[in-house]
């Protein structure tokens, strides 16, 4: 098995567009190849994906990406994406909705995130050919964490 394990994922003002125009070549050059030629490719999906504008209060920038985001995560070969991070909620509810309908839509699996803490703690595990990785995506204890009765990442102290 030829597996990818990956850091953040996330357009900058340099290659928004590109992300919204779905160039996946253009974004990802000389990788691309060596992506899509894993069985299995993870990222840490460091953003919402959501048209949302009402960003929340928060210390540091909201970072948000266009819905063109998932295709050219797929396109790329990105099988999952971690969403337990502190970017998750920056448009709110409204934004990590929209960002795990968008990943869904694009056929790239998440995890790291749930309903509720018990949700949250899922693994995820992919197997091919009697190989298995399991990816255990944790954030800091902080506001986008999950609770008993709220969604959220899977939380990390």
């Given at each position: 098995?030829?597996?990818?394990?990956?850091?953040?994922?996330?357009?900058?003002?340099?290659?928004?567009?590109?992300?919204g125009e779905a160039k996946t070549e253009e974004i990802f050059t000389d990788?691309?190849?060596?992506?899509?030629?894993?069985?299995?490719?993870?990222?840490?999906?460091?953003?919402?994906?959501?048209?949302?504008?009402?960003?929340?209060?928060?210390?540091?920038?909201?970072?948000?990406?266009?819905?063109?985001?998932?295709?050219?995560?797929?396109?790329?070969?990105?099988?999952?994406?971690?969403?337990?991070?502190?970017?998750?909620?920056?448009?709110?509810?409204?934004g990590a909705m929209d960002t795990l309908k968008a990943l869904s839509d694009?056929?790239?699996?998440?995890?790291?995130?749930?309903?509720?803490?018990?949700?949250?703690?899922?693994?995820?595990?992919?197997?091919?050919?009697?190989?298995?990785?399991?990816?255990?995506?944790?954030?800091?204890?902080?506001?986008?964490?999950?609770?008993?009765?709220?969604?959220?990442?899977?939380?990390?102290?």
């Open positions: 098995m030829k597996a990818l394990l990956l850091g953040d994922i996330c357009p900058t003002e340099e290659n928004f567009q590109l992300y990788a691309l190849p060596i992506m899509q030629s894993a069985d299995f490719v993870a990222v840490n999906l460091e953003c919402a994906i959501t048209e949302h504008d009402k960003a929340i209060a928060k210390f540091g920038p909201p970072l948000k990406a266009p819905f063109g985001t998932a295709k050219v995560l797929k396109e790329a070969g990105v099988t999952l994406a971690g969403i337990s991070n502190n970017h998750v909620f920056d448009f709110g509810k409204i694009a056929g790239v699996d998440t995890t790291g995130f749930g309903d509720n803490y018990y949700d949250s703690r899922r693994n995820y595990v992919f197997e091919k050919d009697g190989q298995k990785i399991c990816v255990i995506a944790v954030c800091e204890h902080e506001y986008s964490y999950a609770l008993e009765d709220r969604m959220g990442s899977r939380p990390f102290d």
